[in-house]
Nanobody, 115 residues
């Protein structure tokens, strides 16, 4: 019932900044939370950031201070701003949302940080 499409992945430079987008198929105001997760090669998927309907945010310890989650309600899009890119930020980044008791996932977008 909720489709999520990530965009913005690609090859990026260590030390730089980048922004990912997550476009939702329905009003973002109806989603309980929207989240970013990432999965490094050979590793488990880990939580990165969350934004709630009330616009409160939370971050994982490894990204706090460098990553910022935000949303644009007019575009039904959630963003992840990444500053100070590190090689260990490399991985597939997923958008996810809770809606009416179900957890929905996007297909993921690959971010590769060159050193």
């Amino acid at each position: 019932q909720v489709q999520l499409v990530e965009s913005g992945g690609g090859l990026v430079q260590a030390g730089g900044s980048h922004r990912l987008g997550c476009a939702a198929s329905r009003d973002i105001g109806s989603l309980e939370t929207t989240e970013w997760w990432r999965q490094a090669p050979g590793k488990q998927r880990v939580w990165v950031a969350t934004i709630t309907q009330g616009s409160s945010t939370a971050y994982g310890d490894s990204v706090r201070g460098r990553f910022t989650i935000s949303r644009d309600s007019a575009k039904n899009t959630v963003y992840l701003q990444i500053n100070g890119l590190k090689p260990e930020d490399t991985g597939v980044y997923f958008c996810a949302s809770w809606y009416q008791g179900s957890h929905y996932w996007g297909q993921g977008t690959q971010v590769t940080v060159s050193s």
